[in-house]
């Protein structure tokens, strides 16, 4: 069989792939960061030429944001596939752009300068490239470009003649500004597409693959509040007038009540429940909680969160508001008694299957407003959102990444949700009708976002298999 021959040759060549890999890895697409827009770009056209290698005719193409500012390229293509070609036509999606890397002095190495190393003394797993976008999401989208290039090699057919649309955007950690107006722009070439393929998710462990069938939204937010017209001597003000750091304090400590829940009325009267089913099935999975919090060097008492769910259960099922940051007065060395005219939080909530991010966020300003402290005034700024996705687990697409991961890999793939949103998927579905299929090969310390970024060699292998074997799938459809 040719499946057979793709494996092989993936074997084979995995080496020089993971060189690849590198050498990808090597260009800082930081995308949130202006300075970086050159590199981002290069980053891009890496991805559409190693594309044309694997003789799909790619392209780097602009984008704007809604209002018509230029963004970062978009990689994009079509395989028109074999004309006896009966299967699904498979949108892949992936994003080259990666986070920025502070702070610069917790990496162990140049986060700009991979490293392919073995395990260490402590550490868990075995051989891993340490470099920024290692795991998220160049090392997952060059599973796919590698299981496309073994396919190119052996039958000498793009996507060994699956019929494929492909889109790596370079915007997903900063927001994806450009996506929307992209995705409009394209609906026509976009509709075409049955079913899309994201490799941007995580498997349960070491050995363990999965597809995720479900991923949260987001509702991305930022209030500022404001007091004096200038920042006041605390000697002389403090008492006499609202310090905006404490009564900004003062309200979003409000955001929870004592079961942990949100208190913004109507934030919950679109969730969908969980049923008793998927909590059962959740619970076979045996989810460690305590062993999770170790990681992360809590003890089994951090386990917190709203009343009558699991850890799980929190993460995959329910909404969260959490604040990200807050800022507020002086903060550099030494001392400064100073109360400062404003103060301001970043407050992203996390939103499950009917939740509209719009509404959420419009439901928390006002919150906030009925709640403005005396003397004082809002400046409210909605940065992004994203709905969330539930995929069928019974298409034919998704049924076939099941078969393509356990002949891949030897065992079956748990179907699982994820806690994190990619708003991609939200988009697609609402606006085309598309469902997303999540065959992601990550690990929860993997270190995403976080120093020493990592993709160990052994979760790219699957995947890149995995990837490879899911084309024979759908030629077979």
Not at 324 to 338: D, F, H, L
């Amino acid at each position: 069989m040719a499946v057979d021959n793709v494996l092989t040759w993936l074997e084979s060549n995995q080496d020089a792939g993971i060189n690849r890999l590198c050498d990808w890895l090597r260009i800082p697409s930081i995308s949130t960061d202006p300075k970086y827009a050159p590199e981002v770009r290069r980053a891009a056209q890496w991805c559409a030429d190693h594309l044309k290698a694997s003789g799909v005719d790619a392209q780097v193409r602009d984008a704007v944001t809604k209002d018509g500012k230029p963004g970062h390229p978009i990689v994009f293509a079509h395989v028109p596939g074999d004309l006896n070609y009966r299967g699904p036509h498979l949108l892949f999606y992936g994003h080259y752009d990666v986070q920025p890397v502070d702070p610069v002095n917790l990496w162990e190495s140049d986060p700009f300068q991979p490293v392919v190393r073995d395990a260490r003394q402590g550490e868990q797993g075995g051989r891993r490239v340490v470099a920024r976008g290692a795991v998220d999401d160049k090392g997952q989208v060059m599973m796919f470009l590698e299981a496309m290039r073994a396919w190119k090699e052996v039958t000498g057919k793009p996507a060994g003649g699956v019929k494929m649309t492909i889109m790596i955007e370079g915007e997903e950690e900063s927001g994806s500004v450009s996506l929307e107006p992209f995705v409009n722009a394209t609906a026509s070439e976009l509709r075409k597409c049955d079913v899309c393929l994201i490799s941007d998710t995580g498997m349960l462990g070491r050995g363990k693959p999965a597809i995720t069938y479900g991923v949260r939204g987001l509702a991305y937010t930022e209030v500022v509040l404001h007091a004096a017209n200038q920042d006041l001597h605390s000697g002389l003000w403090g008492g006499r007038c609202p310090n905006p750091i404490t009564e900004l304090a003062r309200v979003l400590a409000q955001l929870h009540d004592k079961k942990r829940k949100v208190t913004i009325p109507g934030f919950y009267d679109d969730v969908v429940p969980l049923s008793n089913k998927e909590r059962e099935n959740w619970k076979r999975l045996k989810f460690n909680a305590a062993a999770a919090l170790k990681q992360i060097g809590l003890q089994p008492v951090a386990d917190i969160g709203e009343t009558g769910y699991t850890a799980l259960e929190r993460e995959w099922g329910r909404p969260t508001a959490e604040i990200n940051g807050i800022v507020g007065g002086y903060t550099g060395p030494g001392a400064k008694t100073v109360i400062p005219s404003h103060a301001s939080a970043k407050v992203s909530f996390r939103l499950v299957a009917d939740q509209n991010p719009t509404k959420v966020t419009k439901a928390f300003f006002k919150w906030c407003k009925e709640r403005t402290p005396p003397g004082c005034k809002w400046e409210f700024i909605d940065h992004h959102g994203g709905h969330g996705v539930t995929t069928p687990i019974d298409s034919p697409a998704m049924r076939a990444a099941q078969r393509a991961i356990k002949r891949a890999t030897g065992k079956q793939a748990a179907l699982i949700k994820s806690g994190g949103s990619i708003p991609v998927a939200g988009m697609l579905k609402a606006r085309l009708g598309i469902d997303t299929i999540f065959m992601g090969f990550g690990l929860d310390d993997d270190r995403v976002h976080s120093p020493n970024e990592k993709f160990e060699i052994d979760c790219y292998r699957m995947g890149a298999r995995a990837h490879a074997v899911l084309i024979d799938e759908l030629r077979s459809l």
